[in-house]
């Protein structure tokens, strides 16, 4: 099979033992701590000696920072697809966007009836599988207007409504090895995740096969698809079989699965601290510098985001999409996370590209990019752009909102560096710990950078895509009476100031009105 190009990616598959319940955790933390991407847990909710997997993952992301976790695999007759699907985007939420979602569609079936849940036929359990998905993107999908509806033999949801979205496009990674359920893997799943253990010679090839081939009839790219393997072995000093070895004899030995195989992350079956230590400290990078190495003399390209021939079909004309620097975060129209930044606060936009960079040299290769391309250009700070200016249709938007880090230079003169894409609330997170507050709006998610303007930046030729203000009418067709606008104190726009009590507040207008100051002056704090 050929190298799919994944990004490698290395994780632990850690048993949820409950006789010592801190001690997974603290093999979770050990993971991130290694330098490793992903942690991952099995799911048997009929297991009286395990803890609840899904409790286990929300205690660990709480523990950890930049660690993702994952079930391996959920146990999907025990956990509902609808509620599962609100479940995952509520930890993906408050993770941070590091919640990725593994599903197994039963196989224990004694003891799942005796919890409560169906016993199903292989082809039920197919079905069932294909049914959950297909719920739990409903739900996720929040672009769509009105509630869910999947009228399915196993799963029936009639009207639920849809939401929340997650913080990032999680991925469905689906755990088996028959044919059937591998078909179904290429037409709707995100990633394969099988045990090497349980595979016999040829398997990983087959499958790998069966996969494409559905994939390809269903329209999709199969480098669409992650391949993930759970793999097990021991570190002695001298070579004791296969994944029975130093580190450089496991780097060997899983250098063919990435380039002849298409497997893109491994997941080490261990619950022993030195092992982990090893796979993470000496094996990930050793095989990551491999597997980078083979790729250059072979012209493979690592990490690239695949999109399927039916995305590929909603780009717009001049725009050059493979000329976008690789380095820039990329969001298209076929995209899941599109609907997220097509719009601005009033307009739902249509562009043909949104580039969101991170950082500083990232925002000069999204402008020279853009200048380079004859469409228009907007750019789009955090939380704002009710003018319209911020978005547009084919053209391309710069968004701001990853520029979010609130800097205080200087806590005694109230001095503070405010990111574009920070929002009000991030400001007054940032600001509490000091005492200070800044004057703003009075909502948390209103976004520093205020009205975003769009400039155009590319060719004469470009043309703009403004949307003017329609004013209402009354009844009689005149224009409705225009409101007094009440003067505001003079003052600085963004002034800080002394606060005592700002751990209540989210934010404040401490430069405003009447009101504000007889807020400000009832709760100790100096109006102006």
Request: aromatic share 6%; glycine share 12%; charged share 25%.
């Amino acid at each position: 099979m050929p190298d799919y190009g994944h990004k490698l990616a290395f994780g632990t598959f850690l048993t949820p033992q409950n006789q010592r319940p801190h001690d997974v955790v603290a093999l979770a933390q050990l993971t991130e701590q290694v330098g490793l991407d992903l942690a991952t847990f099995q799911d048997h909710p009929y297991q009286p000696a395990f803890l609840d997997t899904w409790t286990l993952l929300s205690w660990v992301a709480a523990q950890t920072r930049t660690l993702r976790v994952a079930g391996n695999v959920l146990n999907l007759p025990l956990r509902p697809p609808a509620v599962l699907a609100r479940a995952a985007a509520s930890l993906d939420l408050l993770s941070g966007g590091r919640f990725e979602l593994g599903l197994g569609a039963g196989g224990f079936w004694d003891a799942i009836v005796a919890m409560g849940g169906p016993r199903r036929s292989p082809g039920e359990a197919v079905q069932a599988l294909s049914e959950a998905i297909d719920v739990i993107r409903a739900v996720w999908d929040t672009s769509e207007h009105g509630g869910v509806r999947v009228a399915g033999q196993h799963y029936r949801v009639w009207g639920a409504k849809r939401g929340p979205e997650p913080a990032h496009d999680i991925p469905i990674w689906v755990g088996a090895v028959k044919p059937r359920m591998l078909r179904l893997i290429g037409e709707k799943a995100d990633g394969w995740l099988p045990s090497l253990s349980y595979l016999q010679p040829g398997d990983l090839e087959r499958g790998q096969g069966i996969i494409d081939e559905a994939a390809t009839s269903a329209g999709r790219d199969p480098r669409q698809i992650r391949r993930l393997l759970n793999v097990n072995g021991s570190f002695p000093s001298n070579d004791q079989g296969f994944l029975q070895g130093p580190p450089a004899q496991w780097v060997e030995q899983l250098l063919p699965l990435v380039l002849q195989e298409g497997v893109g992350t491994f997941i080490l079956w261990a619950d022993d601290p030195r092992s982990i230590e090893i796979w993470g400290g000496e094996v990930a990078p050793a095989l990551r510098e491999a597997v980078a190495r083979e790729r250059r003399t072979a012209g493979t390209s690592s990490g690239e985001v695949v999109r399927s021939p039916k995305a590929l079909a909603l780009r717009h004309k001049g725009i050059d999409y493979a000329a976008v620097p690789r380095s820039l975060e990329v969001v298209e129209p076929g995209d899941r996370t599109y609907a997220r930044v097509r719009s601005n606060f009033w307009y739902a936009g249509a562009p043909g590209l949104v580039l969101r960079p991170g950082g500083v040299d990232e925002v000069v290769a999204a402008l020279g990019y853009a200048r380079s391309q004859e469409v228009s250009l907007s750019i789009r700070s955090g939380g704002h752009g009710v003018t319209g200016n911020s978005t547009n249709d084919g053209g391309i938007v710069i968004d701001l909102d990853r520029l979010d880090a609130v800097e205080v230079l200087d806590p005694d003169a109230g001095r503070i560096r405010v990111g574009p894409g920070a929002r009000w609330r991030t400001v007054a997170e940032a600001l509490t710990p000091f005492g200070l507050a800044i004057s703003s709006g009075d909502y948390g998610g209103v976004g520093v950078g205020g009205l975003a303007r769009r400039r155009r930046l590319s060719r004469p030729q470009a043309r703009a895509h403004d949307r003017p203000h329609r004013r209402r009418r009354g009844r009689a067709g005149r224009r409705p009476r225009r409101a007094r606008r009440r003067r505001r104190p003079p003052g600085p726009v963004l002034g800080a100031a002394r606060c005592r009590q700002f751990r209540h507040c989210h934010s404040l207008r401490v430069l405003g009105g009447a009101r504000t100051r007889r807020r400000l002056l009832a709760d100790g704090l100096p109006g102006r």
